[in-house]
């Protein structure tokens, strides 16, 4: 199958069906040894964050099941 097939493909699915192959995906690359390293901005960032939970660990925070149906509904 050629990638304009697949492509033509995936865009034939409902919106739900293509953010649990996009959610798929992005699982599927966070755990392949052979990912991008982040770059320096993004540790920074990452680190920032860490931090920041670790300094206030009650500050309300949202969950990624919380993102995911939020991005799923209309």
């Given at each position: 199958?050629?990638?304009?097939?697949?492509?033509?493909?995936?865009?034939?699915?409902?919106?739900?069906e293509r953010l649990?192959?996009?959610y798929g995906?992005?699982?599927?690359v966070l755990h392949d040894s052979a990912?991008?390293?982040l770059s320096e901005s993004q540790r920074d960032?990452?680190?920032?964050?860490l931090d920041e939970h670790r300094r206030h660990p009650e500050a309300a925070g949202i969950t990624l099941d919380e993102i995911r149906r939020k991005?799923?509904?209309?």
């Open positions: 199958m050629t990638r304009a097939a697949l492509l033509k493909q995936i865009a034939e699915l409902s919106i739900q649990e192959l996009a995906l992005l699982d599927s990912a991008p390293a960032e990452l680190m920032r964050r991005l799923v509904q209309p």
